[in-house]
Every structure is written in structure tokens, then in C-alpha cells.
């Protein structure tokens, strides 16, 4: 099982469009997770993350090197790929994401706190990350609660 998926520029810029109040310059994304997460390459050789859960964008790896060696541990798989979410959703409840789909929960964790694999479904790439810029965008710096 690929844990990670490829989209074209076109699909990644209509994703981010809901996304500007980050600043990707300089930064190209590469792959997802299968839950949406990017993998973004900077003009400098660094890498990268954009966490859409927490709506965080973050550089966690000096280069590609760095970041393969990360991916390449359960830990970082589990971290950034959330191998065992995927793996529960494609292995347990028989979920197959087509070209341009992705996993996700409805409603979003970040409203509801759930991250259970019972309520993870198939959706399409696009309106996920879009939708979850949003959200983000609208909710940025308000108190918890």
C-alpha cells in the first residue's frame, strides 16, 4: 500500500487557492498524504510540511535526504503519513481512494476531535484541502472552546 499520493499542479493550486493567508513562495508541493497533508520543496533543497489538520505549515527536513529517512520510520509514518489511520481504512473497512481522492472525516477533526477509523471516507482531493483552508483561515486565532 502507497501511503502517499501524486496530483498534478493544477489539482495542488486549486487545493491551496483557500490557503493564502500561509505563503507557499518558494515552495512547490511535491505529494500528498493520503489524508491531504503536503510535501512541499523549497527553492533552497528543504522540504516542506503542511499539516492541514493543524493548519500549520512547517519545514521539518533540510532536504530530501532528510525527509525520506524520516518517512522511511514507523515513527515518521505515523507522524506525517498516518500509516496507521491509512492502513486501518484501506485493511479494516476495505476503502480505495480513486486518482484524485483522498481520506477524510466527516465532519473534519478539527471541529469534532474524532480521529476514529470508523468515520473515515473517501473524498475527493480538491475540495478537502480547500474546504480545510478555510476553515482554518476563518478559525485563526480564536480561543479554544
Request: proline share 6%; charged share 20%.
Amino acid at each position: 500500500m502507497d501511503l502517499t499520493k501524486q496530483f498534478s499542479e493544477e489539482q495542488f493550486a486549486h487545493a491551496l487557492d483557500s490557503w493564502g493567508w500561509l505563503s507557499f513562495a518558494g515552495r512547490t508541493p511535491r505529494f500528498a498524504s493520503l489524508f491531504g497533508d503536503l510535501f512541499l520543496e523549497a527553492d533552497d533543497g528543504s522540504w516542506w510540511f503542511l499539516d492541514t489538520f493543524e493548519g500549520e505549515l512547517s519545514r521539518p527536513w533540510a532536504d530530501r535526504a532528510a525527509m525520506d529517512a524520516v518517512l522511511a520510520t514507523e515513527q515518521g509514518q505515523d507522524r506525517y503519513l498516518r500509516a496507521g489511520l491509512a492502513v486501518g481504512a484501506y485493511q479494516r473497512r476495505g476503502l480505495r481512494p480513486g486518482p484524485a481522492q483522498i481520506y477524510a472525516w466527516a465532519p473534519p477533526p478539527m471541529l469534532t476531535g474524532s480521529f476514529a477509523t470508523d468515520e473515515i471516507k473517501v473524498f475527493g482531493f480538491v475540495p478537502v484541502v480547500h474546504v480545510a483552508g478555510q476553515i482554518h483561515g476563518q478559525t485563526r486565532g480564536r480561543a479554544a472552546g
